[in-house]
């Protein structure tokens, strides 16, 4: 069976905090077990791990301890992830899992984001982490509490739309002092779109893009304040926003390889931001 475009996936994914609180199906288990042993490359060459964890109906037992967090309900499955320290890490972390989750998605199940520190939890024991290795966040996954659930992420897609950023706020030309319209990102104005679309840590939508000539430059705004939120440094999360900038790679290449549009990820050294700098480059996608 086909897969939906994944413009379909990035739209109807939501937030689902509410599950059916019954085992996922035995052929959407092992679709996602395959998803998990054929991930694609990463944009920075690291490989974190994943595993899928999940009750099924002789055991129930499979998930016993490793918390719901107070607002997710009913959920029968988790996709933990592991990753080494190295430089970029946290952003291939958040593009290999979304790229799970928008998987998950294709096969009609519910997945919430869940960050948090999890080195000492259950979820660490499940995975099997080493003293190198960190989580940096998990996923939650079920079957939807009720069908209609499956059409919520189309609302709150055109609700969220609404409250996201603009694009004269994300978007630009040569320099972060000229704004760029829909109509001068050209064919890229729908991989565009689908960044400003995808999910962040307390939809702060850190991402920037600057477009020069062949090449699309991403950079990470920090919010201020934001890392150095006490509560923050006291569960010693990592930096969430460097996942979220690993989301916006993800849903930027696969929007624009499904439209044809071929490039690849590179690194220009005279791009990197100074220590310290509220903007902070990211990556660089250069057409081909």
């Excluded at 996201?164 to 064919?187: I, M, N, S, T, Y």
Aim: with cysteine; charged share 20%; glycine share 8%.
């Amino acid at each position: 069976m086909k897969a939906p475009p994944v413009t379909d996936l990035i739209r109807r994914r939501f937030s689902c905090r509410h599950y059916a609180g019954y085992p996922i199906a035995a052929e959407k288990q092992q679709a996602l077990q395959t998803a998990l042993t054929h991930l694609p490359p990463a944009p920075f060459g690291n490989q974190p791990r994943f595993c899928l964890i999940t009750a099924d109906e002789n055991d129930n037992t499979a998930l016993r301890g490793l918390g719901t967090y107070g607002f997710i309900r009913g959920a029968t499955g988790f996709i933990i992830g592991a990753s080494q320290t190295a430089p970029n890490h946290l952003e291939d972390f958040g593009y290999l899992m979304e790229w799970l989750i928008l998987r998950a998605t294709s096969l009609n199940l519910g997945t919430c984001w869940l960050g948090g520190t999890f080195t000492k939890s259950k979820f660490a024991q499940k995975i099997g982490l080493y003293s190198y290795e960190t989580i940096p966040a998990v996923t939650a996954v079920g079957e939807f509490f009720t069908p209609q659930q499956a059409r919520q992420g189309w609302i709150s897609a055109l609700a969220g739309s609404r409250h996201r950023l603009p694009w004269h706020l994300l978007f630009f030309e040569r320099d972060f002092d000229h704004p760029l319209d829909e109509k001068q990102a050209g064919k890229y104005a729908i991989p565009l779109e689908m960044v400003r679309l995808a999910p962040s840590a307390s939809n702060k939508q850190p991402w920037r893009v600057i477009k020069d000539r062949n090449h699309w430059h991403f950079y990470l705004q920090h919010t201020p304040g934001y890392r150095a939120d006490p509560l923050k440094i006291l569960l010693g999360l990592c930096d969430l926003q460097r996942l979220d900038m690993g989301i916006a790679l993800c849903h930027f290449e696969l929007t624009a390889r499904e439209s044809g549009l071929s490039g690849s990820w590179i690194i220009i050294p005279e791009r990197q931001s100074p220590p310290g700098a509220q903007t902070r480059y990211t990556a660089t996608w250069r057409i081909e």
